[in-house]
């Protein structure tokens, strides 16, 4: 089925994608980059909600980073100044169509110059930045300008085929959407954001059921380092991303500084937790310490919602 597609086209980047683990973070980056936009991880994380987001499967799998409706990233991610599209359909019997309508909208986005993102184009379930097409392949470009070809048909696309697109520029009311942030934030560290998978524990609980998880030897162990890895790049981001808002909002500066410490403390606490996990063995015989500290960071997360709460009240 491939034949009916022909040509090829790449856009080269003038920049280098950032290299993280969180794929949506990294090629929305550059995508918004491409569009002029001037923004870097942090900026993404915060704006869209990543950055607070806390989803942990009861077996500790690692689908928990991206197991939700992404359409909550999207009205943040627009916030930024860029008009943001996402196109997705669910894995069935249409898949062979759909992988077709999908592949050829990239294609006309590339032949007007514009990258977009394709879920499941990379070694593993994640967001890949598309940046051409050779025939019936999507050019990929990843981090330190590594480039990789993907059959259009043959995307890791785990429960959905997806794609998002940017559209057109304009004038974001900074300091309105700031406060959209804040909101954003709280909501998905409370859990009560009506967009992931009923099977997973989302928000602050989340901490709780990842401790029992390892407390009762159900972690499966990949999960729990890819999870550990995940979340605490993302909390640092969250950490990084309440210090800027500080610095723009004074008057709610000490509560956006105090959620930052939380959001620290909390990244500390993870990392401490993988230098206890570095086996399978290592986690059955650390696993209530290893437990204790995801415990605690579900604490520091809920004070960090309860700073930005207060905070919201006090930014123009």
């Avoid at 790449?10 to 090629?27: R, T």
């Avoid at 936009?37 to 915060?46: F, K, N, S």
């Avoid at 704006?47 to 991206?66: C, D, Q, R, W």
């Avoid at 429960?159 to 700031?178: M, S």
Wanted: net charge negative; glycine share 10%; proline share 3%.
């Amino acid at each position: 089925m491939g034949a009916q597609f022909s040509g090829e086209k790449i856009i080269d980047l003038n920049f280098s994608l950032p290299d993280c683990l969180n794929s949506y973070l990294g090629a929305m980056t550059a995508l918004l980059r491409v569009r002029g936009i001037r923004c870097d991880l942090t900026d993404v994380a915060g704006m869209s909600g990543y950055a607070f987001i806390i989803n942990i499967h009861p077996e500790l799998l690692p689908t928990g980073p991206v197991a939700f409706d992404w359409e909550v990233l999207i009205e943040g991610t627009r916030a930024l100044g860029v008009e943001v599209e996402l196109v997705a359909v669910a894995r069935g019997d249409n898949d062979e169509t759909n992988f077709t309508e999908l592949f050829q909208r990239v294609r006309d986005e590339i032949e007007a110059g514009r990258p977009c993102i394709v879920w499941g184009a990379g070694d593993g379930p994640q967001f890949g930045l598309v940046t051409g097409y050779r025939q019936d392949r999507y050019v990929v470009t990843g981090a330190k300008g590594k480039r990789e070809e993907i059959s259009y048909d043959q995307l890791k696309a785990v429960w959905r085929i997806a794609g998002i697109f940017a559209g057109e520029r304009f004038e974001p009311e900074y300091r309105r959407e700031e406060r959209k942030a804040v909101v954003r934030a709280v909501r998905l560290l409370h859990g009560t954001v009506a967009c992931f998978d009923a099977d997973y524990f989302s928000g602050v609980r989340a901490f709780s059921a990842w401790g029992d998880a390892v407390a009762q030897a159900r972690a499966d162990y990949d999960g729990l380092i890819y999870n550990l890895l995940c979340y605490y790049e993302l909390q640092l981001l969250a950490a990084g991303f309440c210090v800027r808002l500080a610095k723009k909002h004074p008057q709610a500066s000490p509560y956006l500084k105090n959620a930052a410490r939380c959001f620290q403390s909390s990244f500390h606490n993870l990392e401490q937790a993988g230098k206890l996990a570095s086996s399978p063995a290592e986690v059955r015989q650390n696993s209530e310490p290893i437990a204790r500290l995801l415990r605690v960071c579900g604490e520091q997360n809920e004070q960090a919602a309860g700073e930005l709460e207060r905070a919201f009240g006090l930014m123009e």
